[in-house]
């Protein structure tokens, strides 16, 4: 057989390779610039909000309350259509501009806090946006709040205990009592039925309570006793309530904070009983924490006669006994909305909206006791000076029934024409499940966030300096390439954080983009001593580059990985600056393997490889 000399091309990428690098690069370049113009304080206006005045009338009542105004916007397309955008020069006067333009408005719920990009009109409208900064960057407020769930248990016993009275009447079983034991310390989790002599005579007394319970509430543990029944709530059920009670507040928590107008929120989860909420940009976090930490709702009682057997007594704010019924008509999770107004009488009062359901046992109830008095509650939970949650619950209004109700009817006696609407608020937003305390609340000045901002990103810089310095010395024709490399590096992830949705940059996070700088670099390091050590061996630069490249590549992959699951962990349990941090480590080991093997390959090749050819025998 003939010798074929046939040619082994090294150090070269095909076309295809360089134009996915070029566009990569481009295109994280113009998602990385927005970040760099920074962003504005601004109050949107909404179409709905009965505006009337024009952006010039506008500008100058701000201007006469000593508001400098960097520009007033009027959204003539889209989906925004008719809103008004108030861009500020001052950061700090966003929440007074908030204020005084609600009295200029019919619906001053239309209004929002928002940011916005300051980057020119032809980079937003190719839809790129700045990374969005954490509280330590931004500034603002944070609160942790404890939700107790212990009120939820006893609703559930109390549910439970009222069914089983009931149910030992209608089966005409004498001589049995229930009661919820209150000697433990889950007094909430924990039913006695206690059966007499005589009950316990009649053998299908015993199982007949058994079979009602295990058929109608098979969530709770039965067990015998010495003279009775003992009921409990499995731990699963108890932990199903948690999760579920935790996960309603949190859903309950963010309609609140947007019937607050605050934009970029960040609520969430932290423990089993927990929830965290950061409102960047808010200075003034009383209007704030009275709206998160409240547990306001109302319910609508038929009222009953003094003395009844079936009410229960309710005090009004006058302090006089009304006697109602144990169970609510209507309570205030069938609210669908709810506006504060003033009435003919010039009394303060909220508009009530139901749902289906809550419109359907309203007209129900109002259709058979039209004549007959019906009671609005409002209750609210609090701490006692022991720490423990306790309901207070007044009677607000006794209205005569005139006429039958339909899903939209209005009540009086909230008080002012504010706290009518601090009610409205909270009724439009939901009432919660279990009370919540506001056990740590932590504010950051705008005037820290930049100062966090600037020591940051100066460490950034010095930082990179350093290792440009270094890398240009050492390595020298090879270390402009590392340069390149790094530099393309923080472009590329400075683009990823501003593209992907929910990535917040925090003051750990510029820590973790530090770490990225280091980590990106030490990928040329492991390369470029390689190819180091096959020159030493005899081999030609073309021929060092490529089995450098090769030989470096399983070292590089699996010290990135290992570091990737350090960070997957950090993102998956930690929380706020923890997966700042672990966001940006992550996203660093992706770019940082992305141009330290993929782009500085592509320089080499460009540069020194173009001629690099081996003829070989086969």
Same mark, same amino acid.
């Given at each position: 057989?003939?010798?074929?000399?046939?040619?082994?091309?090294?150090?070269?990428? #095909?076309?295809?390779?360089?134009?996915?690098?070029?566009?990569?690069?481009?295109?994280?370049? /113009? #998602?990385?610039?927005?970040?760099?113009?920074?962003?504005?304080?601004? &109050?949107?206006?909404?179409?709905?909000?009965?505006?009337?005045?024009?952006?010039?009338?506008?500008?100058?009542?701000?201007?006469?309350?000593?508001?400098?105004?960097?520009?007033?916007?009027?959204?003539?397309?889209?989906?925004?259509?008719?809103?008004?955008?108030?861009?500020?020069?001052?950061? #700090?006067?966003?929440?007074? &501009?908030?204020?005084?333009?609600?009295?200029?408005?019919?619906?001053?719920?239309?209004?929002?806090?928002?940011?916005?990009?300051?980057?020119?009109?032809?980079?937003?409208?190719?839809?790129?946006?700045?990374?969005?900064?954490?509280?330590?960057?931004?500034?603002?407020?944070?609160?942790?709040?404890?939700?107790?769930?212990?009120?939820?248990?006893?609703?559930?016993?109390?549910?439970?205990?009222?069914?089983?009275?009931?149910?030992?009447?209608?089966?005409?079983?004498?001589?049995?009592?229930?009661?919820?034991?209150?000697?433990?310390?889950?007094?909430?989790?924990?039913?006695?039925?206690?059966?007499?002599?005589?009950?316990?005579?009649?053998?299908?007394?015993?199982?007949? &309570?058994?079979?009602?319970?295990?058929?109608?509430?098979?969530?709770?543990?039965?067990?015998?006793?010495?003279?009775?029944?003992?009921?409990?709530?499995?731990?699963?059920?108890?932990?199903?309530?948690?999760?579920?009670?935790?996960?309603?507040?949190?859903?309950?928590?963010?309609?609140?904070?947007?019937?607050?107008?605050?934009?970029?929120?960040?609520?969430?989860?932290?423990?089993?009983?927990? %929830?965290?909420?950061?409102?960047?940009?808010?200075?003034?976090?009383?209007?704030?924490?009275?709206?998160?930490?409240?547990?306001?709702?109302?319910?609508?009682?038929?009222?009953?006669?003094?003395?009844?057997?079936?009410?229960?007594?309710?005090?009004?704010?006058?302090?006089?006994?009304?006697?109602?019924?144990?169970?609510?008509?209507?309570?205030?999770?069938? %609210?669908?909305?709810?506006?504060?107004?003033?009435?003919?009488?010039?009394?303060?009062?909220?508009? %009530?909206?139901?749902?289906?359901?809550?419109?359907?046992?309203?007209?129900?109830?109002?259709?058979?006791?039209?004549?007959?008095?019906?009671?609005?509650?409002?209750?609210?939970?609090?701490?006692?000076?022991?720490?423990?949650?306790?309901?207070?619950?007044?009677?607000?209004?006794?209205?005569?029934?005139?006429?039958?109700?339909?899903?939209? /009817?209005?009540?009086?006696?909230?008080?002012?024409?504010?706290?009518?609407?601090?009610?409205?608020?909270?009724?439009?937003?939901?009432?919660?499940?279990?009370?919540?305390?506001?056990?740590?609340?932590?504010?950051?000045?705008?005037?820290?966030?930049?100062?966090?901002?600037?020591?940051?990103?100066?460490?950034?810089?010095?930082?990179?300096?350093?290792?440009?310095?270094?890398?240009?010395?050492?390595?020298?024709?090879?270390?402009?390439?590392?340069? &390149?490399?790094?530099?393309?590096?923080?472009?590329?992830?400075?683009?990823?954080?501003?593209?992907?949705?929910?990535?917040?940059?925090?003051?750990?996070? %510029?820590?973790?983009?530090? @770490?990225?700088?280091?980590?990106?670099?030490?990928?040329?390091?492991?390369?470029?001593?390689?190819?180091?050590?096959? @020159?030493?061996?005899?081999?030609?630069?073309? @021929?060092?580059?490529?089995?450098?490249?090769?030989?470096?590549?399983?070292?590089?992959?699996?010290?990135?990985?290992?570091?990737?699951?350090?960070?997957?962990?950090?993102?998956?349990?930690?929380?706020?600056?923890?997966?700042?941090?672990?966001?940006?480590?992550?996203?660093?080991?992706?770019?940082?393997?992305?141009?330290?093997? /993929?782009?500085?390959?592509?320089?080499?090749?460009?540069?020194?490889?173009?001629?690099?050819?081996?003829?070989?025998?086969?």
């Amino acid at each position: 057989m003939d010798n074929i000399q046939s040619k082994k091309l090294l150090n070269h990428y #095909s076309a295809w390779k360089y134009i996915v690098l070029i566009v990569t690069i481009i295109v994280m370049l /113009f #998602s990385a610039l927005p970040t760099w113009y920074g962003e504005n304080a601004a &109050v949107q206006v909404g179409a709905k909000a009965g505006l009337n005045l024009t952006p010039i009338e506008l500008r100058d009542k701000l201007t006469a309350q000593g508001i400098e105004v960097k520009r007033i916007e009027v959204k003539q397309h889209g989906e925004d259509k008719g809103q008004t955008l108030i861009v500020l020069n001052d950061d #700090s006067e966003q929440t007074l &501009v908030k204020t005084l333009v609600s009295s200029m408005v019919t619906e001053p719920k239309e209004l929002t806090l928002a940011l916005v990009s300051a980057a020119p009109s032809w980079l937003q409208n190719l839809g790129f946006e700045p990374i969005k900064l954490g509280l330590d960057l931004r500034g603002g407020v944070q609160f942790l709040l404890d939700v107790d769930v212990q009120p939820v248990y006893q609703a559930q016993a109390d549910a439970l205990v009222e069914s089983l009275r009931q149910f030992l009447r209608e089966q005409q079983i004498r001589g049995a009592s229930v009661r919820i034991d209150n000697t433990r310390d889950d007094a909430a989790l924990q039913i006695a039925i206690a059966l007499t002599d005589a009950a316990q005579a009649d053998n299908s007394a015993r199982a007949t &309570v058994r079979q009602f319970i295990q058929q109608s509430y098979p969530t709770w543990q039965l067990t015998n006793a010495d003279n009775g029944l003992v009921i409990k709530l499995s731990q699963d059920e108890q932990s199903k309530l948690r999760n579920l009670t935790v996960q309603q507040n949190l859903q309950i928590m963010r309609s609140r904070i947007e019937e607050l107008g605050i934009t970029e929120a960040l609520v969430q989860r932290q423990g089993e009983h927990r %929830i965290r909420i950061e409102l960047p940009g808010v200075q003034d976090p009383a209007a704030a924490k009275n709206v998160i930490g409240a547990t306001a709702s109302l319910a609508f009682f038929e009222v009953k006669e003094s003395g009844s057997v079936n009410a229960q007594v309710l005090k009004d704010k006058s302090g006089n006994p009304v006697y109602v019924a144990r169970s609510p008509v209507l309570g205030g999770d069938h %609210i669908v909305d709810a506006r504060a107004n003033i009435g003919e009488m010039g009394m303060a009062e909220v508009n %009530i909206h139901l749902d289906r359901i809550g419109g359907q046992k309203m007209s129900e109830f109002s259709r058979a006791n039209i004549g007959k008095p019906m009671a609005t509650s409002y209750s609210e939970y609090s701490r006692d000076e022991q720490g423990k949650a306790k309901q207070t619950q007044e009677i607000i209004s006794v209205a005569t029934i005139q006429s039958q109700l339909g899903d939209r /009817f209005r009540i009086t006696g909230a008080g002012t024409y504010q706290e009518a609407q601090q009610l409205a608020l909270l009724l439009r937003a939901g009432s919660m499940t279990a009370p919540v305390t506001i056990v740590e609340e932590r504010t950051i000045g705008p005037t820290l966030g930049a100062e966090n901002i600037q020591n940051g990103f100066a460490a950034l810089g010095l930082g990179m300096g350093i290792t440009l310095l270094f890398m240009a010395l050492w390595y020298r024709r090879l270390g402009w390439v590392a340069n &390149v490399a790094l530099i393309s590096n923080m472009v590329i992830l400075f683009g990823l954080l501003a593209l992907i949705p929910g990535a917040v940059l925090t003051l750990p996070g %510029i820590a973790g983009l530090v @770490l990225t700088v280091g980590m990106a670099v030490d990928t040329n390091v492991l390369i470029f001593e390689r190819i180091k050590d096959k @020159l030493k061996e005899g081999r030609s630069f073309a @021929l060092a580059i490529d089995t450098g490249f090769d030989s470096a590549f399983s070292t590089i992959f699996d010290a990135n990985f290992t570091t990737m699951i350090t960070a997957v962990v950090l993102y998956s349990i930690g929380n706020g600056p923890i997966q700042g941090f672990a966001l940006t480590l992550g996203l660093g080991l992706l770019t940082s393997m992305f141009t330290g093997i /993929f782009a500085s390959r592509a320089l080499i090749n460009l540069v020194y490889g173009r001629d690099a050819r081996r003829h070989v025998r086969v």
